[in-house]
Nanobody, 120 residues
């Protein structure tokens, strides 16, 4: 399975972006992680295979929404009220588990990452 992330860009604080991650095949649990400069990769959001369960990091809860369209093998991350501290490379991931999973080692496939930059 290959994952292709898109939708990143430059936005002012308080703005919004929507990331997309298309998979080349059927996947189960999906997630988004991010890595800021000089920091380790961290979990952001995850969604179960059915889309019925989601899980968020405390830092994004209430501002980010993860969703999926299984007909398109695509997962989305709607990011609202963006802050400068949200600046990072965002990676999508897929797991053979039903999800949602928040641990990076539980994911089998990773996308190439898309840059999100939030200016103050």
């Amino acid at each position: 399975v290959q994952l292709q992330a898109s939708g990143g860009g430059l936005v002012q604080a308080g703005g919004s972006l929507r990331l997309s991650c298309a998979a080349s095949g059927r996947t189960f649990g999906r997630g988004w992680f991010r890595q800021a400069p000089g920091k380790e990769r961290e979990f952001a959001a995850a969604i179960s295979w059915s889309g019925g369960s989601t899980f968020y990091a405390d830092s994004v809860k209430g501002r980010f929404t993860i969703s999926r369209d299984n007909a398109k093998n695509t997962v989305y991350l709607q990011m609202n009220s963006l802050k400068p501290e949200d600046t990072a490379v965002y990676y999508c991931a897929a797991t053979s588990n039903y999800g949602p999973n928040y641990r990076a080692y539980e994911y089998d496939y990773w996308g190439q990452g898309t840059q999100v930059t939030v200016s103050s």
